[in-house]
C-alpha cells in the first residue's frame, strides 16, 4: 500500500507563491507516475498536474499552465508542485496521487489508486 502525505498549503494573497510538497511511501517511489488534483467547494475533483516515472514528462491544466510547476525527487520519494501567480480561483483542497501501476501522465482521476488527505490553499483576493 502507498502512503502519501501532503504539506505546504496555507493562506496566501493573490499574485503569491507557494509550494506544495507530498511524501510518498510503501513502494519504490521513481516507479509511480504521479500527479496533482484539486477540489473546490461544490466542484469536481479536478486535474492540475502530472508527472513520470523520472520526471522527464510533465503536463497541466489549461489553468495552471505557466504558472505551477510539478517536479519530483527520486532520492526523497518526494513530489512538489510550485504555484506561483495564484488566483483566487486556485483556492481548493490539493490533493498529491500516485497513479495505478504502469500508468503515467494520466489526467482522469480514475487513473490514480493511491491519495492523499489533502492540503488548503487559499488565495485571497
Known amino acids: 500500500q502507498v502512503q502519501l502525505v501532503e504539506s505546504g498549503g496555507g493562506l496566501v494573497q493573490a499574485g503569491g507563491s507557494l509550494r506544495l510538497s507530498c511524501a510518498v511511501s510503501?513502494?519504490?517511489?521513481?516507479?509511480?507516475?504521479m500527479g496533482w488534483f484539486r477540489q473546490a467547494p461544490g466542484k469536481e475533483r479536478e486535474f492540475v498536474a502530472a508527472?513520470?516515472?523520472?520526471?522527464?514528462?510533465?503536463s497541466y491544466a489549461d489553468s495552471v499552465k505557466g504558472r505551477f510547476t510539478i517536479s519530483r525527487d527520486n532520492a526523497k520519494n518526494t513530489v512538489f508542485l510550485q504555484m506561483n501567480s495564484l488566483k483566487h480561483e486556485d483556492t481548493a483542497v490539493y490533493y498529491c496521487?500516485?497513479?495505478?501501476?504502469?500508468?503515467?501522465?494520466?489526467?482522469?482521476?480514475?487513473?490514480?489508486?493511491?491519495w492523499g488527505q489533502g492540503t488548503q490553499v487559499t488565495v485571497s483576493s
Open positions: 510503501g513502494r519504490t517511489f521513481s516507479t509511480l507516475g
Open positions: 496521487a500516485a497513479a495505478t501501476p504502469g500508468r503515467t501522465m494520466a489526467t482522469t482521476r480514475y487513473a490514480y489508486s493511491n
Open positions: 508527472i513520470s516515472w523520472l520526471g522527464s514528462m510533465t
